[in-house]
């Protein structure tokens, strides 16, 4: 599975079911891609710094991704 059809998955996901906590969202990705966290945060953070495509409410402990 490359990076680029993770972080389509990832937006498709956020499209359908609205916004959703960022630790969630990283376990279910990480547990349907048998990939490492620290991956599918890799391709969230990209998503959010460099595509744009995504947007993040800091709210610790739990971020909003929307």
Known sequence: MS???????IKNYIM???K???RVV????????H??????????SCMKCID???NIISNRPHSIMY
């Open 35 to 44: 990939t490492t966290k620290q991956r599918i945060s890799g391709n969230i």
């Open 52 to 54: 744009g495509s995504i």
């Open 3 to 9: 990076n680029k059809q993770i972080r389509r998955a």
């Open 16 to 18: 359908h079911y609205g």
């Open 20 to 22: 959703q906590d960022t």
């Open 26 to 33: 990283i376990d279910t990705f990480s547990k349907a891609f």
